[in-house]
T-cell receptor, first 115, second 110 residues
């Protein structure tokens, strides 16, 4: 079974640009979660999508947005990039309706560098 | 989600048991204790979870105190590959996201 995949692996942008990160969940999982791991700040929850709808949002500005497609894959968009947006962005998926474990499976992440 | 408190770092000799403590004194009755770990530069990995009974799987054991205010993750025979940051998280299963604290950096040495 294929795990959660993310693309690209690395992304370099300059301040003010937009970044688009992509995530494919494990087959059969309907929920996708996005987390940011910036140096010194730990893992912080960004967004949760389930069945195409945004279910929850972390304490991030509106320039962080995303969507979930009918095949449950997801995009994270970061507009007007700032230097402090440099971080590892992790995507996770789960199928909490079908399991009592509600384990989140994480992808390898996208390393975003803003110059 | 309730907050947790973990020691910032711990050492363990290879082959010995690693016992990682976690305090969660404000845990609610419907909140589970989850443990994840993150090996350097990789995505976090689920280890185990429990509500009030002790749990064991192929990776680890989870001991939860009777009052549920603390728990201990036990890696029975630590290996070098167990070197990672271990996160203790309390949450309502299925209806909330994961709130990661700073975790415990476990260093397993030969």
């Amino acid at each position: 079974e294929a795990g959660v995949t993310q693309s690209p692996t690395h992304l370099i942008k300059t301040r003010g640009q937009q970044a688009t990160l992509r995530c494919s969940p494990i087959s059969g999982h309907t929920s996708v979660y996005w987390y940011q791991q910036a140096l010194g700040l730990g893992l912080q929850f960004l967004l949760w999508y389930d069945e195409g709808e945004e279910r929850n949002r972390g304490n991030f500005p509106p320039r962080f947005s995303g969507r979930q497609f009918p095949n449950y894959s997801s995009e994270l968009n970061v507009n007007a990039l700032e230097l402090e947006d440099s971080a590892l962005y992790l995507c996770a998926s789960s199928d909490f309706r079908q399991t009592s474990v509600d384990e989140q499976f994480f992808g390898p992440g996208t390393r975003l560098t803003v110059l | 989600d309730a907050k947790t408190t973990q020691p910032p770092s711990m050492d363990c000799a290879e082959g010995r048991a690693a016992n990682l403590p976690c305090n969660h004194s404000t845990i609610s009755g419907n909140e589970y204790v989850y443990w994840y770990r993150q090996i350097h530069s990789q995505g976090p990995q689920y280890i185990i979870h429990g509500l009030k009974n002790n749990e064991t799987n192929e990776m680890a054991s989870l001991i939860i105190t009777e009052d549920r205010k603390s728990s201990t993750l036990i890696l029975p025979h630590a290996t070098l590959r167990d070197t990672a940051v271990y996160y203790c998280i309390v949450r309502v299963a299925g209806y909330s996201t994961l709130t990661f604290g700073k975790g415990t950096m476990l260093l397993v040495s030969p």
